[in-house]
């Protein structure tokens, strides 16, 4: 199988350093290999989303001196697929609608809880037995996690990534206290979740290593959990290390300061990019 990975950042807000870690990493280890890179937009966070991101992407990844294959998937353009897929885990009795507010679940998990003790702030069910029957505008989509864990022998994953590198078995206790029953979409189909989108379009699009901070570690095994579901193959992982500001804190989208579009500005060359992210 072509190694191929992918970039696949949401455009809402400058590429920042960390970003330029995954891109140049996920891009050196696809050259070394002899395989694919895929650029892929996730837009589906329709309220951030912006083109004008979405242009500053293109062209901070060019300047980095990146390519791509054409055309560039959006994901704004797939959410029928993204639907097959929640209709796919409904007709399994594995989601449920909830009209939980954030002061709902709080005010859940304020009182005395029974059962197992659940991770903090992990949701505590109580919409968990009503029927899709009853899904009303608004409503938010989640996985019934105890009933996904049941339905399917636990899969694993290989990680690449030097800080947890080796083989990880989903652990269906760990799945239910520390994850839970996660929001994948709402009802209105434009409104599906970054977790859910990005492992149907990694199927789709043929990804056999994902390369992305280490942030997103614990996500991993939601995802893995969600392609065991939907049948989907699942790819390595490499998580890398993460770029932090000066005190030590992990960049994030409205750390303008790190952006790549300002180090150009100020004259810094790709090559020094590469240096500050430590490849
Ligand atoms: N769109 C996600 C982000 O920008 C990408 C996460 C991933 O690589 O899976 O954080």
Not at 70 to 75: A, F, I, N
Not at 150 to 175: I, K, Y
């Amino acid at each position: 199988m072509t190694f191929t990975t992918r970039f696949a950042p949401s455009p809402t807000g400058p590429l920042h350093l960390g970003h330029a870690c995954s891109a140049l990493l996920a891009h050196d280890m696809a050259c070394a290999a002899g395989g694919r890179f895929v650029l892929r937009i996730e837009d589906t966070d329709t309220s951030r989303a912006r083109p004008q991101w979405e242009e500053l992407i293109y062209k901070d990844l060019a300047w980095l001196g990146l390519t791509w294959e054409e055309p560039v998937l959006r994901q704004s353009d797939q959410l029928e697929l993204y639907h097959e897929a929640l209709t796919q885990l409904a007709q399994r009795g594995l989601i449920f609608p909830c009209s939980c507010r954030r002061r709902d679940i709080r005010a859940a998990l304020s009182a005395p809880q029974e059962g197992a003790k659940l991770a903090p702030g992990i949701y505590p069910g109580t919409c968990r037995n009503r029927p899709m029957s009853d899904r009303k505008p608004g409503d938010a989509l989640r996985l019934n996690m105890g009933a996904a864990v049941q339905s399917l022998d636990m899969p694993g994953f290989t990680e690449l990534g030097a800080a947890h590198a080796g083989q990880h078995q989903l652990d269906p206790d760990r799945l239910i206290i520390e994850i839970g029953d996660a929001v994948l979409g709402r009802i209105e189909l434009e409104t599906v979740s970054y977790v859910l989108a990005s492992v149907v379009d990694d199927a789709a699009q043929g990804i056999t290593c994902i390369i992305r901070g280490k942030d997103l570690f614990q996500i991993t095994f939601l995802q893995v959990l969600l392609q065991g579901l939907l049948n989907l193959p699942t790819p390595d992982y490499h998580h890398h290390h993460l770029i932090r500001d000066d005190q030590g804190k992990r960049l994030a989208k409205r750390d303008d300061a790190r952006a790549i579009a300002k180090y150009r500005a100020e004259g810094a060359t790709p090559q020094d990019i590469r240096q500050m992210v430590g490849l």
